[in-house]
């Protein structure tokens, strides 16, 4: 049996919750919210972009079938519907999203590595292009 943290929940140990937590704030975005946060729809949405789901109705339908996993996902215990999530996409604002995206690539500038080629250990490289034959 496995006893350490997903993966997702790995990732999302190195967002800044207290920046995120400032910006919701700042634009108001959790007003009149019983469980689906801004923190919640955030970890939604980066779910499905890191599973490469096409839509709303393929990712929900994600997270039902991992329903058991998604508090340890991080994604709270209620089960997140369809009209929930859309009308949150609808209603927040964007800026929310905006303004963290560009703190979190200002802190990766900060922090990237100069010389690529001093780094200690395996380095390893992984391309994912594809290759069309016919």
Known sequence: MNKDKYVFAQLIEFLDNNKFRHLVDKYDGNRYVKHFTCWNQLLAMMFGQL???????????????????????????????????????????????????????????????TDIFKLQGNVYAFDSTTIPLC
């Open 51 to 113: 599973s490469n789901r096409e839509g709303l109705r393929d990712l929900i339908v994600a997270f039902e079938a991992h329903r058991a996993k998604q508090y340890h996902l991080g994604l709270g215990r209620k089960p997140i519907a369809k009209t929930t999530f859309a009308s949150a996409n609808q209603n927040r604002d964007y800026r929310i999203f905006e303004d963290f995206a560009f703190y979190i690539m200002e802190q990766a500038r900060k922090k990237r590595v």
